[in-house]
């Protein structure tokens, strides 16, 4: 089976980095991604929101350089988690992306140009820098 996400949106608000009883790093935001299509002759958008979470060191670095409204990709794949409702009693489920990569993407300044010469930076488990500098930021 296959079992493959990629999206590209901004966050609808800031990480929230928490840590697992065993100490792994574990952040959750949300993304918002827009999609445009026409409709007759009018140009129309909808808008879907997506919950990610991201393990390990790129989740810290996630948490630490992401914010509301920065611009993300998200190459990772779907899970679905099952609970039962403490109140209610009633079964529950949720399905969100566990991201295995993220991409920051490049933020625009107010005249439109890209900050950063070197664009954006892959972030996964194995290319973290290990100390960031004014040098090495990724965005």
């Not at 089976?1 to 959750?28: A, F, H, S």
């Not at 009633?90 to 300044?109: D, H, I, T, Y």
């Not at 194995?126 to 960031?132: F, H, R, S, Y």
């Amino acid at each position: 089976m296959y079992n493959k996400v990629i999206l590209i949106g901004n966050l609808t608000r800031d990480p929230e980095v928490r840590y697992t009883p065993q100490g792994t790093p574990v952040t959750n935001f949300s993304l918002a991604v827009n999609r445009k299509y026409r409709a007759g002759d009018d140009m129309r958008e909808e808008v879907s929101y997506f919950d990610i979470v991201v393990f390990g060191k790129q989740a810290e670095t996630a948490g630490q350089y992401l914010n509301k409204g920065s611009s993300v990709l998200v190459d990772g794949r779907l899970q679905q988690r099952r609970w039962d409702d403490r109140e209610t009693g009633q079964k529950r489920s949720k399905v969100e992306v566990v991201a295995e990569v993220l991409r920051f993407m490049p933020k625009r300044g107010s005249g439109g140009e890209t900050f950063g010469e070197r664009g954006s930076e892959t972030y996964d488990t194995a290319t973290v820098p290990e100390e960031i500098t004014d040098d090495n930021v990724p965005f």
